[in-house]
């Protein structure tokens, strides 16, 4: 009968014979140990039991590259060895190997960029600190190109890259929203070019995935204001033309569902005084009606 322990070291053995037998623990890069036992009938409690390490150790103190705080279940694995960090990012891996031959260990998260680290076996093994960076991108707009171009960039400035290259159309006034927790933004330019009946240059909300550089249009108008995000809605006010009151062009406000892509009216009117959002609520002030003159 055999079993494997889980992340907290606990393994189960169940249909073990009767009377005297030998448990054996193995782990490779560790002693052997073996113990005799008496079964007995029911529940056999087994206690704690500990294994001599006879490879090399490498510790690591895991963190949060911004915050500097601990990183819980942080994996370190080389080869197939394998641990987690505990509670206060502490994590320890036993490798089969005498230390003359180089040794990569990769230390990965939920969440977060996988690193490197790299031992050529030259220093005494010691517990290293390893920040992780967290995998979502920060995105920004530059005219270092003369352009309004879109790059991303990780928190650490690693690994620029452009996503969206200017037109030449844009105008100063551009938006960029990023998700708070996906890797997606949401420009509001006039990059197309799109020009109303009327010549006025049009403004588009376009959809950025920032892991691919994919671009989506949700929605043309005269002016686009975007309030934010709650969850994977994205908020924003927009001048309707189609909706017109007395030759004048109304507001509307939307939810725009990232996920399925789809937009949804939330309120139309004139315009809003004010519109803002606050946890997973939207709070705005629609304008009071007035009387237009007659013609």
Request: glycine fraction near 8%.
């Amino acid at each position: 009968v055999s079993g494997v322990t889980n992340e907290q070291g606990i393994a189960s053995l169940a249909g073990v014979k009767l009377g005297t037998q030998t448990l054996t623990i193995e782990r490779r890069a560790y002693a052997k140990t073996e113990k005799q036992l008496t079964i007995g009938w029911g529940s056999n409690p087994l206690g704690d039991s500990s294994i001599t390490p006879t490879g090399i150790q490498y510790s690591f103190k895991i963190e949060d590259y911004l915050s500097k705080k601990p990183i819980i279940k942080a994996e370190a694995y080389s080869g197939d060895a394998s641990t987690f960090s505990d509670k206060n990012g502490k994590v320890t891996l036993t490798l089969d190997t005498n230390g003359d031959q180089p040794v990569v260990i990769n230390i990965k998260a939920d969440g977060y960029r996988e690193e490197k680290i790299k031992d050529d076996g030259s220093s005494e093994p010691s517990t290293k600190t390893v920040a992780l960076v967290a995998s979502q991108k920060q995105v920004f707009i530059t005219k270092r190109s003369g352009k309004y171009d879109v790059y991303k960039i990780d928190a650490d400035g690693k690994n620029e890259e452009l996503v969206l290259s200017g037109t030449g159309s844009e105008r100063s006034d551009m938006t960029l929203a990023v998700h708070p927790t996906d890797n997606l933004a949401a420009l509001v330019s006039t990059r197309d070019n799109i020009r109303g009946s009327d010549k006025t240059l049009l403004s588009t909300l376009t959809m950025i995935e920032v892991d691919s550089n994919k671009t989506h249009p949700v929605d043309t108008s005269e002016r686009i204001q975007v309030i934010g995000w709650i969850g994977d809605q994205l908020i924003y006010v927009k001048v309707n033309d189609e909706k017109k009151k007395n030759g004048v062009s109304t507001h509307s406000l939307i939810s725009y569902d990232s996920k399925n892509d789809t937009k949804t009216e939330v309120s139309g009117n004139l315009f809003f005084n004010d519109v803002m959002v606050a946890g997973d609520r939207i709070y705005y002030a629609p304008s009071a009606e007035y009387e237009y003159p007659e013609d």
